[in-house]
């Protein structure tokens, strides 16, 4: 029994087979080119299914940029990366062309599920989910249950309000990238420079450390919100580790009262680039397990 997952994002769709246990069993991308809109999507997914038809599916699992209402498949918000994307109901389109059951849910929530399954978050009934990457994306599992607010928007953790302005503007990987700029004339990646900041170089420390100062104002607030036991940090910039997740734990326990730090884990996220995927797979799991 294999589900086949879609991971649709603005620059790429990563797709592949995940079993019943959330095993990647293969996986491939080709590019979305955004651009060219909804139809052109729905030939890519069309494409995709043709190619793994014959591997015993029982469904289409989709991890979509933007924001969803997961509860029908509508996407309902966010930038217009995609034209038409948003106002489409993409489980209907499926579920009627292919006759199989589908699910569609925003990327970070299928990150937080993927995690709550499988990764850091398994056996946690509650805990905050953050990718840090081009921007902040967020998503929340309160009592076992992943939860998307009334308007099934929440979550959306990139927009909070920090001292300086919005919380992604500051504290993102793009927002890494630009401080570096600013203060060195260089356009670096993130690792680039984690690396000069390894050898000692005191500028790159000190960008460094007004990143996380940035970051860790962001998620004061949401210890504050949600006083949580747990969260759980994702995008490529957290592949720094342990070395990364100590500078954050440092300097968030100076931004916390006592009783919010009891007991309160930082974490790397464990399923990187295939979560959106696998906690798509829960979703249609928990779908079909309904019926």
Same mark, same amino acid.
């Given at each position: 029994?294999?589900?086949?997952?879609?991971?649709?994002?603005?620059?790429?769709?990563?797709?592949?087979?995940?079993?019943? $246990?959330?095993?990647?069993?293969?996986?491939?991308?080709? $590019?979305?080119?955004?651009?060219?809109?909804?139809?052109?999507?729905?030939?890519? /997914? @069309?494409?995709?299914?043709?190619?793994?038809?014959?591997? @015993?599916?029982?469904?289409?699992?989709?991890?979509?940029?933007?924001?969803?209402?997961?509860?029908?498949?509508?996407?309902?918000?966010?930038?217009?990366?995609?034209?038409?994307?948003?106002?489409?109901?993409?489980?209907?389109?499926?579920?009627?062309?292919?006759?199989?059951?589908?699910? &569609?849910?925003?990327?970070?929530?299928?990150?937080? &599920?993927?995690?709550?399954?499988?990764?850091?978050?398994?056996?946690?009934?509650?805990? /905050?989910?953050?990718?840090?990457?081009?921007?902040?994306?967020?998503? /929340?599992?309160?009592?076992?249950?992943?939860?998307?607010?009334?308007?099934?928007?929440?979550?959306?953790?990139?927009?909070?309000?920090? $001292?300086?302005?919005?919380?992604?503007?500051?504290?993102?990987?793009?927002?890494?990238?630009?401080?570096?700029?600013?203060?060195?004339?260089?356009?670096?990646?993130?690792?680039?420079?984690?690396?000069?900041?390894?050898?000692?170089?005191?500028?790159?420390?000190?960008?460094?450390?007004?990143?996380?100062?940035? &970051?860790? @104002?962001?998620?004061?607030?949401?210890?504050?919100?949600?006083?949580?036991? @747990?969260?759980?940090?994702?995008?490529?910039?957290?592949?720094?580790?342990?070395?990364?997740?100590?500078?954050?734990?440092?300097?968030?326990?100076?931004?916390?009262?006592?009783?919010?730090?009891?007991?309160?884990?930082?974490?790397?996220?464990?399923?990187?680039?295939?979560?959106?995927?696998?906690?798509?797979?829960?979703?249609?799991?928990? $779908?079909?397990?309904?019926?």
């Amino acid at each position: 029994m294999n589900i086949l997952a879609i991971d649709i994002g603005g620059t790429m769709i990563k797709y592949g087979l995940v079993s019943s $246990k959330g095993e990647i069993l293969s996986t491939d991308k080709i $590019k979305t080119e955004a651009e060219k809109g909804l139809d052109n999507i729905l030939e890519k /997914i @069309d494409t995709i299914l043709k190619k793994c038809k014959e591997n @015993d599916l029982v469904g289409i699992a989709v991890s979509g940029t933007g924001q969803i209402n997961g509860m029908i498949g509508e996407v309902i918000g966010g930038a217009p990366i995609i034209p038409n994307w948003i106002g489409c109901n993409l489980v209907e389109i499926l579920e009627k062309r292919y006759n199989l059951p589908a699910i &569609l849910e925003n990327d970070v929530n299928c990150m937080a &599920l993927g995690e709550k399954w499988i990764g850091s978050g398994k056996d946690l009934n509650n805990f /905050i989910c953050l990718t840090i990457g081009t921007g902040i994306g967020g998503g /929340i599992i309160l009592n076992n249950e992943l939860f998307r607010g009334e308007n099934f928007v929440a979550g959306e953790f990139g927009h909070i309000l920090i $001292k300086k302005g919005e919380f992604q503007d500051f504290a993102s990987t793009t927002a890494l990238i630009r401080l570096t700029r600013e203060k060195t004339g260089k356009i670096l990646n993130g690792e680039e420079i984690f690396n000069l900041e390894k050898q000692g170089l005191i500028e790159y420390k000190n960008i460094i450390a007004e990143w996380i100062e940035n &970051l860790t @104002d962001g998620l004061s607030s949401l210890v504050y919100c949600f006083n949580p036991k @747990d969260i759980i940090l994702g995008g490529g910039v957290i592949e720094q580790g342990d070395y990364l997740i100590k500078k954050i734990e440092d300097s968030l326990s100076k931004k916390i009262g006592p009783r919010f730090k009891e007991n309160l884990n930082i974490k790397q996220a464990k399923l990187g680039n295939n979560a959106g995927m696998i906690g798509a797979a829960y979703l249609l799991l928990e $779908k079909i397990n309904q019926k």
